[in-house]
Each structure stands twice: as structure tokens, then as C-alpha cells.
């Protein structure tokens, strides 16, 4: 299966697990090839859940706080429904 855990400290520096990539993805990843793509990857999808935000906004589903809209229209914090963030 897939594993989500590519990076790890190691002496308070965060390193890759090329491995996990190569196995994954066939490619030959090295540590610094394996961050570059993390990082980029993580950007990308910072920016597509920006994205979806707004458009959950926009269709009234979520308030510009995070808090979801209920069918009375009252805002339920993150907190309250028992939300993991980060």
C-alpha cells in the first residue's frame, strides 16, 4: 500500500524516505529529488484545498472561519464537531 510517512526528523532536520517514492512511483528518487517533489506536491495541494474552501464558502457550506454550516444556518466551530486540525 501507499504510505503517506516520506519524511522524518532525523537530528532535528527533516530528511525524505527516498525509498517509499521509488517503490511508489518507479523512479529513482534521491533525498534531495524526494523533498523537492514533497515540497511541491504539498504546495499543490495547499492550493487546490484553498480552492475548495472558496467554493464551500461561496456555496454557503463552510463560513470564512471554518466553521460548517448547519441546516439552521447556525456555525459549528471545528472544535465542536470534533475535528482533527493540524
Same mark, same amino acid.
Given at each position: 500500500?501507499? *504510505?503517506? +510517512?516520506?519524511?522524518?526528523? &532525523? /537530528? *532535528?532536520? %527533516?530528511?525524505?524516505n *527516498?525509498t517509499?517514492?521509488?517503490?511508489c /512511483?518507479?523512479?529513482?528518487? @534521491? @533525498?534531495?529529488a524526494a523533498?523537492? &517533489?514533497?515540497?511541491? =506536491? ?7 484545498l484553498?480552492?475548495?474552501k472558496?467554493? %464551500?464558502?461561496?456555496a454557503?457550506? %463552510?463560513?470564512? =472561519? ?11 466551530? +471545528?472544535?465542536?464537531r ?5
Amino acid at each position: 500500500g501507499h *504510505s503517506f +510517512a516520506v519524511t522524518f526528523e &532525523y /537530528h *532535528s532536520a %527533516l530528511e525524505a524516505n *527516498s525509498t517509499g517514492c521509488t517503490t511508489c /512511483h518507479g523512479e529513482e528518487f @534521491d @533525498d534531495a529529488a524526494a523533498m523537492e &517533489y514533497i515540497e511541491e =506536491s504539498q504546495a499543490e495541494f495547499n492550493a487546490k484545498l484553498a480552492t475548495l474552501k472558496g467554493l %464551500l464558502v461561496t456555496a454557503g457550506f %463552510l463560513t470564512e =472561519s471554518d466553521g460548517v454550516v448547519t441546516g439552521a444556518g447556525v456555525a459549528t466551530a +471545528a472544535d465542536d464537531r470534533g475535528a482533527v486540525t493540524p
